[in-house]
């Protein structure tokens, strides 16, 4: 159980497109999910929180208009890269949390969109 | 403020050989949890071990092993006559209790070779 999806698991696209990332919580409802983004050979970097219903928090930094993210659904959130670049290129996951008691944590990670501009 | 330091960058070791990734963590939390992950080259994120703060038991998973201390603050991480297929790079992480997202070391890239 506790499976997350993404897709695409990667994608090229040119310049001044945009791209839309899903993430799916597949077996269990995700209150809260999570967007990071990774460069090569550096850590995970939180760019949002979304929770479901209700607009996204961004990390300082992370333009909002940038990357448009949509949490529709207890299932399903979505990352749009609008208008992107080459150094928008990275390895975007997503991570969904499952609702519980305050105390507990459960967090789980997808597997991962690599986006490349060109 | 929450941080996590993982001062090896990067640790190389012949095949058989123990070694030990190193974990330090800030918080003003007294409940958090703390996690280790693998990233081998696919990118997709293994996990290891999930422990709260409140369990400092030193726990064993076959060839892996995991020493919480909370006197250093430290969580560190040894691999056990180490194999080719454990040519990856670790991430020790932190979250703190409540609807917060995990905060990530570095990264520890560690090649085991033949």
């Known amino acids: 159980g506790a499976v997350v999806s993404q897709h695409p698991s990667w994608v090229i696209c040119k310049s001044g497109t945009s791209v839309k990332i899903e993430c799916r919580s597949l077996d269990f409802q995700a209150t809260t999910m999570f967007w990071y983004r990774q460069f090569p050979k550096q850590s995970l970097m939180l760019m949002a929180t979304s929770n479901e219903g209700s607009k996204a928090t961004y990390e300082q930094g992370v333009e909002k208009d940038k990357f448009l993210i949509n949490h529709a659904s207890l299932t399903l959130s979505t990352l749009t890269v609008t208008s992107a670049h080459p150094e928008d290129s990275s390895f975007y996951i997503c991570s969904a949390r499952t609702s519980g008691r305050a105390w507990s944590y459960e967090q789980y990670f997808g597997p991962g969109t690599r986006l490349t501009v060109t | 403020a929450q941080k996590v330091t993982q001062a090896q960058t990067e640790i190389s070791v012949v095949e058989k050989e123990d070694v030990t990734l190193d974990c330090v963590y800030e918080t003003r939390d007294t409940t958090y949890y703390l996690f280790w992950y693998k990233q081998p080259p696919s990118g997709e994120l293994v996990f290891l071990i999930r422990?709260?703060?409140?369990?400092?038991q030193n726990e064993i998973s076959g060839r892996y092993s995991w020493n919480f201390q909370k006197s250093t603050s430290s969580f560190n991480f040894t691999i056990t006559a180490s194999q080719v297929v454990d040519s990856a790079v670790y991430f020790c992480a932190l979250s703190e209790v409540g609807n917060t997202p995990l905060v990530f070391g570095k990264g520890t890239r560690l090649s085991v070779i033949a």
């Open positions: 422990r709260n703060s409140f369990d400092e």
